[in-house]
């Protein structure tokens, strides 16, 4: 009976490890947010416009902010139980974005921003509203006050379009 109870024990630790790591393992940057960082972090532009970073077909994006939940950003974005639980996580961690790359209404591409990357925080908002590719431009501007000593943070801010 010991045996079987010591094993019992081993497994419940083993799944209380393996969720304490899942729940704490950051997600690396994706694919755009890499892209727009070099760009950012490269010195030469003070604009950005999102829909040139990327080859990648989209006509609307959501960038959901630090402590955002899966239940209301999935409400904005009018996803179904099921396709919510497949495209986004839980909660949106404090150093980064989930952007949500929308065309024709539907999700085509899902991925972790680092704010390191290019901080969208000015856009945060409990209900966000969404970036259209034809009004995608962002100014690009250094910021003193939230990097650590001696490293650079770029605010990104939304250009009033005509």
Known sequence: MRPILNFAKAIALASVLAILLACTTAKPAGEF????????????????????????DWHELFAFGPYSTRDSNCQTLQLGWLQCRMALPAEVNEGEFVLVFRSSSKVVHVEHHRRWNGDFSSRTSPRPQPILRSAAKFSVSLVSNRAPESEQWYQLEHQAHD
Do not use: I, Q, Y
Request: hydrophobic residues 45%.
């Open 33 to 56: 947010s890499t892209a727009l960082g070099k760009l950012v972090r490269s010195g030469k532009v003070h604009e950005v416009d999102l829909a040139n970073v990327l080859p990648l």
